[in-house]
């Protein structure tokens, strides 16, 4: 019984995810690649952005390489308030980056090492999450500087 | 009361990692899975309320052949899956994984400044996009702009994201992720490939290209889990096999005293070239 609930609640979720990423595409190609500042970063093609409510969270796994300038940022839609991130080391678990320390929606950073990094954003639980949803979306860039 | 855990997560595509052959990286993965719900069995509502997404992001063409231009590596056409070779691929598991392999070969076209080649690749790849029914996303108006702009290089890299971005947005919308991760896996592979390829004909100091090559072992981890969301797929278990193979070399490539193993290495380098032959031929 409580299998079968389990089983319907992953489908639903799975079937949402489809029009999560529906609403989020507009959002993603204007304020996302906005954000990102495509005259100096180039955008790495990569669409990772959903639509989520109060109290849920990402976590992103993506490496990054040697050599190369980096910018992370995340945007979010106005209905989803105080949205924070931050960068932790995979191997170390060392939190990198804190958009709330950093009073930032944005990490430029160049990589020593080729690593593996994870963004964790969050996303605050409001008082009424049901009817207070949003487009989140994670964007990354490569410094414009190769000859 | 009896208490249950529930996962719930969503594996969002497009990129996708945390290896289940790496040890470190499984208990890490463990360890934020045993985080997630601890509920009981009447609060199933509100464990809907909390989800964690997990996102898995590979590296794209773009990222790749940027690597391979600042190490000094050189182009060579002759590399390239030829365009004419865009006629034969009818299904749905060749247009994606040789769409992918287009979209590398023409970011490498474009990084290193062969404006004609990049042209045509791009006309290739926008009869595969028509062909697997993503509309709309390389129109003319975006082939116009695309041809206006050819010399100018990251305008044009810039135009080949959003294209790709675009068409993996599609495709999730189309509940045809399968589609956008075999995307993902065709134009990793290329990548990998064209460096291995240069790496052997490289008349210079080869050291950055091996590097990438190397560091590709954490994509491929990536590249790897992604492929196994959709195992049920029997062309996607194929691909699974190969990959898994190619790992498997990958942990003898460094040895403990930090060089080189010369026999995986070229072992490597075989296994690669036989895949993407096996790719590109359309079996």
């Keep these: 019984m409580l299998r079968n609930k389990l089983l319907a609640l992953l489908t639903v ?40 409510r109060g109290g849920d969270d990402i976590r992103l796994y993506k490496s990054f390489f040697q050599g190369e300038s980096y910018r992370i940022t995340v ?73 | 009361m009896k208490y249950l855990k529930i996962l719930v997560i969503y594996v969002l595509m ?59 590596a050189t182009f060579d056409e002759s590399l390239l899956n030829p365009v004419a070779n865009v006629d034969k691929y009818t299904t749905s598991k060749a247009l994606a ?44 108006s975006v082939m116009s702009k695309f041809s206006e702009n050819l010399n100018d290089r990251d305008f044009i890299m810039n135009m080949i994201s959003e294209i790709f971005m675009n068409s993996s947005a599609f495709l999730k919308e189309n509940q045809r992720a399968e589609i956008s991760s075999l995307i993902v896996l065709g134009g990793w592979f290329e990548g990998l490939y064209l460096s291995m390829q240069l790496s052997e004909t490289s008349k210079g100091d080869n050291t950055e290209l091996v590097n990438i090559i190397i560091d590709q072992k954490l994509s491929l981890e990536d590249m790897i889990s992604l492929m196994e969301i959709y195992k049920d797929n029997s062309d996607i278990k194929l691909l699974l096999g190969d990959l898994n193979e190619i790992y498997r ?35």
């Design chain 2, 249 to 283: 070399i990958y942990l003898l490539l460094l040895q403990e005293n930090g060089e080189i193993n010369k026999s995986a290495y070229k072992e490597l380098y075989q296994k690669v070239t036989s895949m993407r032959a096996k790719m590109i031929d359309n079996i």
């Design chain 1, 75 to 147: 945007v979010a839609e106005s209905t989803l308030n105080d949205v924070t991130f931050e960068v932790v080391d995979f191997k170390e678990n060392n939190v990198l980056f804190s958009s709330q320390k950093s009073k930032s929606m944005i990490w430029d950073f160049n990589s020593d090492v080729s690593q593996r990094l994870v963004i964790v954003v969050h996303v605050p639980k409001d008082q009424n999450p049901e009817t207070l949803r949003g487009c989140i979306a994670i964007m990354f860039g490569v410094k414009k500087d190769i000859k």
């Design chain 2, 97 to 140: 994984i040789n769409l992918g392999v287009f979209g590398a070969d023409l970011s490498y076209a474009n990084v290193f400044e062969q404006p004609q080649i990049t042209i045509n690749y791009m006309s290739a790849s926008k009869k595969m996009a028509d062909k697997l029914g993503i509309t709309n996303v390389i129109s003319d």
């Design chain 1, 13 to 52: 979720l799975l079937l949402a995810s489809g029009v999560s990423w529906a609403q989020c595409k507009e959002f993603a190609l204007d304020e996302g690649l906005k954000q990102l500042d495509t005259e100096k970063y180039i955008h790495d093609g990569r669409f990772n952005a959903i639509r989520l």
């Design chain 2, 14 to 72: 497009i990129g996708i990692s945390s290896c289940s052959n790496s040890g470190n990286e499984q208990n890490s993965d463990n360890k934020s899975i045993d985080t997630l719900l601890d509920v009981s069995s009447d609060k199933l509502n509100e464990a809907y309320d909390k989800a964690v997404i997990i996102f898995y992001s590979l590296p794209s063409p773009v990222e790749t052949v940027r690597l391979m231009k600042r190490s000094g």
